[in-house]
């Protein structure tokens, strides 16, 4: 089992940026895909951005394509979002997992472990 522990969320204006991290703990980081996925009130969860094992590939939600960037540093087992030019539909509590399936994978079942998740708010 992965233990996950985001942090960064907060408030933020529109058009702001924050930055995530996911920080892993209880296995080789290396050996898991990882995702971000999001859940905004009343609404199911979403998938948000995924890379590979190795960081050379990266996957996203059409609504965050060109704005979130997802990326990770194995060497310090986390893996990170960046949020540029947020909007107050990006409004949510935003949960990173890992996944021991090779490829890129958007869909939840997919994915071993969770995160607890971090508030992201986005108002003026």
């Known amino acids: 089992q992965v233990q996950l522990v985001e942090s960064g969320g907060g408030l933020v204006q529109p058009g702001g940026s924050l930055r995530l991290s996911c920080a892993a703990s209880?296995?080789?980081?290396?050996?898991?895909?990882m995702g971000w996925f999001r859940q905004a009130p009343g609404k199911e969860r979403e998938f948000v951005a995924a890379?590979?094992?190795?960081?050379?590939?990266?996957y996203y939600a059409d609504s965050v394509k060109g704005r979130f960037t997802i990326s990770r540093d194995n060497a310090k087992n986390t893996v990170y979002l960046q949020m540029n030019r947020l909007k107050p539909e990006d409004t949510a509590v935003y949960y990173c997992a890992a996944s021991s399936s090779s490829g890129i994978t958007t869909t939840g079942r997919n994915y071993d472990d969770w995160g607890q998740g971090t508030q992201v708010s986005v108002s003026s």
């Open positions: 890379i590979t094992r190795s960081g050379t590939r990266t």
């Open positions: 209880g296995r080789t980081f290396s050996n898991y895909g």
